[in-house]
């Protein structure tokens, strides 16, 4: 039964959580993207017996199901145009999503008119087409 696949989902892992939760082939890769990058939204493409594969961006990473914990779907994914509401007019891309704990849903960083802002947008700022 697959019970990961097509979810959504943040893994907060730390290193004294163990090695051993990330696949051999992608412990480096995975060390280097998420070492200082807290609740990351994550999309499960697939699963086997001993591990989740999930999509980054363009990438993909395997890891155990020991830290898994499924969120809301967002409305927008990885690269995808959107609008702002207060700018309609700007190009935006989403760069980043991560999952705000305490409000409970995600947020976004953008490329807007091809520079990346560091500012978290929320869905209600979007214009929705």
Request: hydrophobic share 30%; with cysteine; glycine share 4%.
């Amino acid at each position: 039964m697959e019970q990961y696949r097509n979810t959504w989902f943040i893994y907060n892992w730390f290193y004294e959580d163990g090695e051993d939760l990330i696949h051999p082939d992608n412990l480096e890769r995975f060390k280097e993207r998420f070492r200082c990058h807290g609740n990351c939204l994550f999309f499960c493409v697939g699963e086997d017996k001993d591990y989740i594969t999930f999509k980054y961006k363009e990438e993909l990473f395997r890891v155990k199901p020991n830290l898994y914990k499924r969120v809301k779907l967002p409305i927008y994914s990885y690269g995808e145009r959107l609008k702002l509401k207060k700018y309609p007019d700007a190009i935006c891309e989403v760069d980043d999503i991560r999952w705000h704990s305490v409000r409970s849903e995600p947020f976004y960083t953008l490329i807007v008119n091809g520079k990346k802002k560091s500012k978290r947008y929320y869905e209600d700022e979007f214009i929705l087409e």
